[in-house]
């Protein structure tokens, strides 16, 4: 057995949820409203706490665990505004898409603060019948014979038929129950965000909005220095969510924090414009997995799953970046694999394998699997140096006229080419593989 000395044994559980966040609260709610018995854990003094994301929420999963409805949902704002901004120290070509039918539907989107967020899931889950306690580190897990059959958390220990890691992308208890190695830097990126303060009249106007109208911007290029990865901006409703998402072998390799490419972000002309007059109120980080089902990370074992970002449930096209709605769907699948072994008391490896079935029903594999290619794609890194450098280059000679005549878009799009030093052939390679992979 692991984990040191007994200590005192609590009551048993049907199932254990290391991990209050989106996976760990659906699961625990699925599991609850069957009338199983289920603890939740969370090591933040309230659910989300400790968690950090960028700020949007795909809708649908809360449509199914809540087909009744959801209006108490603690959002900020729906998402009808998509832009892509492509960025050099001094320019931005930007493309947007709006579209008003986005908002307040399931197929749609919306802001919102994982603390609130987060919270409110899991009082859900709580409201259903499971048993939450925040601000517990676990500290081990219960093994039996080489079989997961708890946590251990302190002094105590909590005997589960199940247990399910919701912990994040670190997992220390995927790697404690022996199904992932740690993390390699090529696998992870860094995230930092920080919540700037607006009024709500200054953000409707400045981004032509109304008061439940969001805007979700990404950027490419300058915003990253030319790294691997990019920004993000997300309207609230009176703040503004700005953030960055860098690889970590280029900020190695590189020799460049985090917090100073952030700091040269919010100084670009074009972001300084929509940030001015803000007040910084917030500044979080967090490491986020980028290989999805390329990531070596088994999701099951004898009574043991793996939910979340734990498992590497994330789907990062470049245009969208998916992971709450990814982990709770999970969760929902956790759950159900739970229920199931239930049934006819099989907790083993081959009884909690139907996972992968319930991950297959969720669409959760399904997404998985059809964007596989779409991170190594997005470790090209032509897509954030040369490109964003040709397309502000290539915009600003179009645009530019000096009474000498100008030349057509053609011979003007070869001379942006030359100048950057970029293939047109590698242009077309890129272009043929980046529809492939997204």
Known sequence: MRGGPKGRRMDRFDAVVIGAGPAGASAALVLARAKAKVLLVDRGKTPGAKNVFGGRIYAYPLTQLFPEGWKDCPMERWVVKEGLAFQTEDSSFSVQFECPRLGAGPSGSFTAFRPKFDTWLASKA????????????????????????????????????????????????????????????????????????????????????????????????????????????????????????VESEDLAHGKRSVADLMGEFKAQPQVQKLIKGGKSTEYSAHMIPELGLATPTRVYTDGFLVAGDAGGFLVNTGYSFRGVDMAMKSGIAAANTVLEARETQDYSAAAMSRYMAFLEKEKVLQDLERFRGAPFFMKNPRLFSEYPKLICDLAERVYTLEGNGHDRILELAMAAFRQNRISVVRLLKDLVGGSQAM
């Open 126 to 245: 709580e409201q259903a019948g499971a048993t939450l306690i925040s601000g517990i580190k676990v500290d081990d897990l219960v093994q039996v014979g080489g079989k997961i059959r708890g946590i251990v958390a302190g002094q105590d220990q909590v005997l589960a038929d199940v247990v399910i890691a919701a912990d994040g992308v670190t997992s220390s208890f995927a790697q404690k129950a022996n199904l992932r190695p740690a993390l390699q830097p090529e696998e992870i990126s860094v995230g930092v965000k920080e919540t700037i303060e607006l009024p709500k009249e200054t953000i409707n106007d400045r981004f032509n909005l109304n008061s439940e109208e969001g805007v979700a911007q990404v950027f490419a290029g300058f915003s990253s220095g030319y790294f691997r990865g990019g920004g993000f901006l997300y309207t609230n409703k009176t703040s503004l969510s700005l953030g960055l998402v």
